[in-house]
């Protein structure tokens, strides 16, 4: 019971204003100024690079981005917050650009750096590290939807998708120029087709859904080439597109029959999920994998031959069995000669080959030796299935020679013809069986599209997607760098200068300061789309910089923040929570790429067990334990079943492009924090690296503490709190020991035991956890 009012005490709250009729009607005076200077603005219009505003605080101003802030705060008799101090800056800006907290060392430093580029020197720091394309890549894979399986009733494990995340870390990490990064992922095996780099980055387009027990291709062909179109238009349009698939779009101009236009540019689209690697370009995580693979393959040789001997017998008969339960449409592809195969068939027949395994065929063997009701009942395959589970048994007994993770294949888009594509029409209410009008590809005429476009076929490809690359990356493209510079706005000031991030269309919001995401777009461009010129414009404003403290002022005048007088104060990210929490304890392993991991979902004992969830579902925990303590970016994203740790905290939703966190309240996190014997190893972890680096002093402890966790010392208020916190901890513990129960949690690693007091050192421990449960820790501020 003491325990929780000290919680209560620690974490404090943010108290909501009350909304006054004065209030309300400052802020449509507000609003109807606002209202004024955007009506002339349009998404659709072409990126002009705007005067910088005349301000009268001149002094404020560190760039154009702030003259554009302070002009509209003037206008409405606001000045911008005073500077936040520097220990909350970094804590704000190492968060922001790297997800991860700064260490007491790393706050110190640049607190006590009096040099005049003491924030250039920071932000060049943080824009330099790794750390910079992992968190990019997070947010970015979000939009992409990606995951490691496929989703559906199977949710069957794709192995090479960590590539694609490599590749998007990596990007960030180089700075390629966004629109080359547009370009090699929707286009990269057409532009590039010599480079594997370029090849993986097409696994944007790939990370769809996919249900491989669909019976109909045909329709599976429809509705992965509506999930791309969907995907780019989402993405990196911020057009909801996908309304106009069904009929012509209810709030934006963009007819139905534009919508199976932008389609008709993946119609020739395939995927191969076993496109061999380059050789030489393998890396250390490849070599591993190929190692022991080929130490399962011989031990396995004699055992997999007869087995592969047994299904010959039935193979013939099996596949028939199985490509005679696709639908009509699919059959006709399917049995059709190969010779007279038009593009359609090509592509059915493509993806019938690649979701073919010889699993369906051991299903046939068995099902036809021990159903006997079954038409194609065969006692000659009695035998022969009771030969096969020998077989399956003594396999099993070499699974731990299996790989743990990785693969020997990339995912690569590619189309299997060039100027023979398959036809796209335009369907009534989106229905793929009731096919109307065929269309070529062309760009909707909102987005300044003027009919069909011009397309160059390559000699392995008909160069639609190219084309559609080309457009979108073009420095004349109205809506993209918009859309982009804007989501990284959002990043950073928790709302896009158009709130609704994923749609700039008519029922989306206004700008609030349409001038300035046109300069953010016009100086993207203009930089060479340099993704970190543009991270550290924004790092190093003075927009960015103000004190997020609460103003009466400015909550009169714009209660909902919408013109930045106060910088906002933001929960961290599902991610961040569990990744801090581990930087803090010093349980991080640092690093970079590789297939992805299973931590523990229970805690750190389950070692090599797994949480069986139907077959490929299995949750099989990584027998190298530094596996436990990666990025949450490294973490397997199985579809159907998330992580449970960062669950509570509004993660990304695998299954469709996501491009805003959400930032609900709920009771299950705080009892996943305080319940997860997960966390509270992590806190017993900090403890001991608390005691380690502050010594024995209670004062110096306590001070630690929260200079790892919060960038500050604790007030005179929090250090009296915390003080008698631990002093009615230890009481508690000695009357539960003295009842015959001492059951206490130690810090772990401890260097010094010498004067080790197991029950000091125990309510510590529970100190350590409570404050790092606190609003102090799971808010950047």
Request: proline share 5%; with cysteine; charged share 25%.
């Amino acid at each position: 019971m003491k325990k929780s009012i000290y919680i209560s005490i620690l974490l404090g709250s943010f108290a909501l204003q009350g909304v006054t009729a004065e209030t309300v009607a400052v802020a449509q005076v507000a609003k109807a100024a606002q209202t004024a200077s955007t009506k002339a603005w349009s998404p659709y219009q072409p990126v002009k690079d705007p005067a910088v505003p005349a301000v009268k605080q001149k002094g404020w101003v560190r760039s154009p981005i702030d003259a554009f802030v302070l002009a509209q705060l003037e206008a409405n008799g606001l000045k911008p917050s005073a500077e936040a101090d520097r220990a909350t800056f970094i804590r704000r800006a190492t968060l922001d650009a790297w997800g991860l907290l700064p260490t007491p060392e790393e706050i110190k430093a640049f607190v006590n750096d009096k040099s005049p580029q003491a924030y250039e020197k920071l932000v060049d720091r943080l824009l330099a590290s790794h750390h910079f394309g992992e968190r990019q890549a997070r947010r970015w894979l979000d939009l992409a939807r990606y995951a490691d399986s496929t989703g559906f009733q199977n949710d069957n494990t794709r192995p090479n998708n960590w590539r694609y995340r490599d590749y998007v870390i990596n990007a960030f990490n180089s700075d390629k120029p966004f629109s080359r990064f547009i370009q090699e992922q929707v286009a990269g095996d057409e532009l590039w087709p010599a480079d594997q780099n370029a090849r993986i980055a097409t696994g944007f387009l790939a990370g769809y859904p996919d249900n491989f027990n669909s019976r109909d291709l045909v329709q599976r062909k429809y509705q992965i080439e509506t999930d791309m179109t969907d995907l780019v238009g989402e993405t990196f349009l911020a057009a909801t597109v996908g309304c106009a698939r069904c009929h012509n779009h209810k709030a934006d101009k963009v007819s139905q029959k534009e919508y199976f236009q932008l389609q008709s540019f993946f119609a020739n689209t395939a995927f191969n999920e076993k496109a061999p690697l380059d050789k030489g370009s393998e890396t250390d995580f490849d070599k591993a994998y190929q190692k022991q693979q080929a130490v399962y393959n011989e031990a396995t040789k004699e055992i997999r031959a007869k087995q592969k001997a047994i299904l010959d017998k039935v193979r013939e008969a099996g596949r028939k069995y199985y490509n005679e339960r696709y639908l009509d449409d699919s059959r006709a592809a399917i049995f059709k000669p190969e010779s007279e195969w038009n593009a359609l068939d090509k592509w059915v027949n493509w993806r019938k080959q690649a979701v073919a395994t010889d699993n369906e065929i051991v299903s046939y063997l068995r099902d036809t030796a021990e159903e006997k009701t079954r038409p194609d009942y065969n006692e000659a395959h009695v035998d022969l299935w009771k030969q096969y589970k020998a077989l399956q048994e003594e396999i099993k007994q070499f699974d731990k020679l299996k790989p743990a993770k990785g693969s020997n294949w990339a995912t690569t888009a590619l189309e299997l013809t060039s100027t023979d594509v398959p036809p796209t029409h335009v369907r009534f209410g989106g229905i793929h069986e009731r096919p109307l009008e065929a269309v070529k590809p062309a760009i909707p005429a909102l987005w300044g599209g003027k009919g069909e476009v011009a397309i160059t076929p390559t000699e392995k490809s008909s160069g639609r997607r190219s084309a559609l690359a080309q457009w979108l990356s073009s420095n004349d493209n109205p809506l993209t760098a918009r859309v982009y510079v804007n989501r990284v706005w959002a990043q950073y000031f928790d709302k896009g200068i158009i709130a609704t991030v994923a749609d700039f269309g008519r029922a989306g919001q206004k700008p609030t300061h349409p001038e300035l995401l046109d300069h953010l777009a016009s100086d993207f461009v203009g930089n060479g789309w340099s993704v970190k010129k543009l991270h550290r414009d924004i790092l190093l404003s003075a927009t960015y910089r103000q004190s997020s403290d609460e103003r009466p002022d400015a909550v009169k005048v714009d209660p909902e923040n919408k013109l930045l007088a106060v910088y906002p104060r933001k929960r961290l990210e599902a991610e961040v929570i569990r990744d801090s929490l581990l930087y803090a304890s010093g349980l991080l392993v640092d690093k970079v790429g590789g297939p992805s991991v299973f931590p523990p979902v229970l805690k750190s004992g389950d070692v090599g067990k797994s949480q069986d969830f139907a077959g490929n579902r299995a949750w099989t925990v990584s027998e190298e334990k530094e596996d436990w303590y990666r990025r949450s970016l490294y973490v397997f994203t199985r579809r159907s079943f998330p992580y449970p740790i960062t669950q509570n905290f509004d993660p990304a939703n695998p299954n469709n492009p996501h491009h805003k966190r959400d930032v609900t309240t709920t009771p299950l996190q705080a009892l996943t924090l305080f319940n997860s014997e997960i966390v509270f190893d992590w806190s017993q972890a900090l403890a001991g690296r608390v005691i380690n680096e502050a010594g024995p002093s209670e004062d110096a402890q306590l001070n630690r503490v929260y200079e790892i966790l919060f960038a500050r010392q604790p007030s005179k208020a929090e250090r009296t709190a915390l003080k008698q916190f631990l002093a009615d901890e230890q009481i508690a513990i000695r009357q539960k020991a003295a009842g015959g129960k001492f059951e206490v949690a130690v810090p772990a690693g401890l260097k010094d035991t010498k004067s080790y007091d197991p029950v000091k050192s125990a309510a510590f421990v529970d100190l350590v956890h409570t404050v790092a449960n606190s609003n102090s820790f799971a808010y950047r501020f």
